[in-house]
């Protein structure tokens, strides 16, 4: 009789990071929802909700609000930081956030605020200006006082009105909407909002949204809402709403070492290809952008086998390409 395969199991530190990051930033998740994402087990889940009791975060679930809370968090105070290892610190979210460490890095923003506020004068007027001016204001073109009253409707789960340059309407328009989160991606900064006038939830670029106005009426978050669901197949910034597609491309022996070395996506699959190359399954929400941020910058390295739409559409680009540099 063959012997049953051991479950792996990641190790204990690395799933509590894991659960406390779930609970921060996607607390309307059931426990069976939760072990899902994790991978654990009921039995695993409560005995590492134990274990991070046990180090001081503690949290439990809201049954009137349908989401978890966190009740306790530690404070660690951080000792003999210099302004300039904070600058670091704050020029370095504009790293993090391209990473794709999208809530990570906004907490990041947060985490830094907080040092700064707690340097003493005059170095303390710096470190804000890293912050605000350098790394919102500068690097990801955001207003750092709007930001702050987005973060506060978050926060609060306050309704707000805001005026928004909206690119797919080609036009300002007000809106009325919920904030469930704020997070970085591709190098901007970004919110997940419920539209109350249009009954969707949306993806907002916060460097668009150009008036804020806060409102009496509280929300709750929609059940169906899950940041984690509803980011994992985006394969670079956007969020398709139907189903996630399978893209398959055929890379050249010259770039399939390029493409071996590299992390591309939670979905990627690496099978071999003629003459020492390979072909990379994707499955993402959005396949458009694998062929401009992947297959294009390879150029005559990469095909595209899969949908034949996209191979298609990228044979219609490379023809308007060729006509475009043939008259010139």
């Known amino acids: ?11 204990k530190p690395a799933r509590l990071i894991r659960l406390a990051a779930e609970i921060k930033t996607n607390p309307h998740q059931r426990s069976e929802e939760l072990c899902r994402a ?10 590492d909700c134990r274990g991070l009791a046990r180090v001081g ?16 968090d530690i404070f660690i105070p951080v000792f003999d930081l210099t302004m300039t290892e ?15 460490d999208h809530t990570l890095a906004w907490d990041a923003v947060q985490a830094i605020r907080k040092v700064a506020t707690n340097a003493p004068e005059p170095a303390r007027e710096i470190l804000a200006h890293a912050i605000h001016d350098m790394a919102l204001r500068h690097a990801f073109r955001v207003d750092p006082d709007l930001l702050n009253r987005l973060w506060q409707a978050q926060q609060h789960r306050r309704r707000v009105r805001m005026f928004y340059d909206d690119y797919s309407e080609g036009k300002n328009r ?3 909407a919920d904030v469930y989160m704020i997070y970085f991606k591709g190098r901007a900064l970004y ?7 249009e009954n969707r939830i949306a993806m907002l670029r916060i460097s668009r949204i150009k008036q804020v106005e806060l409102q009496q009426a509280i929300f709750h978050v929609r059940p169906e809402y899950n940041f984690h669901e509803r980011h994992r197949h985006s394969f670079r910034v956007m969020v398709g709403e139907g189903k996630p597609q399978r893209v398959k491309i ?6 399939a070492r390029y493409i071996r070395e590299a992390y591309w996506h939670e979905s990627q699959r690496i099978l071999g290809g003629e003459d020492g190359g390979l072909i990379l399954e994707l499955t993402v929400s959005e396949p458009r952008e694998v062929l401009w941020y992947l297959v294009f910058p390879w150029a005559d390295g990469a095909e595209i086998l899969e949908p034949m739409w996209l191979r298609e559409e990228a044979a219609n680009m490379a023809r308007k390409l060729c006509e475009r540099y043939a008259t010139k």
């Open 174 to 176: 007000w809106l009325l």
């Open 86 to 100: 904070v600058i670091s610190l704050a020029l370095a979210v504009r790293q993090l956030s391209a990473a794709g």
């Open 250 to 255: 055929r890379f050249d022996v010259k770039t």
């Open 57 to 72: 975060f503690e949290f439990e679930y809201d049954r009137k609000e349908q989401r978890y809370k966190i009740v306790k």
């Open 1 to 11: 009789m063959k012997s049953k395969a051991k479950e792996t199991i990641p190790p």
């Open 191 to 197: 919110a997940d909002a419920y539209l109350v006038e």
């Open 38 to 47: 994790l991978g654990v087990r009921r039995s695993q889940f409560f005995e």
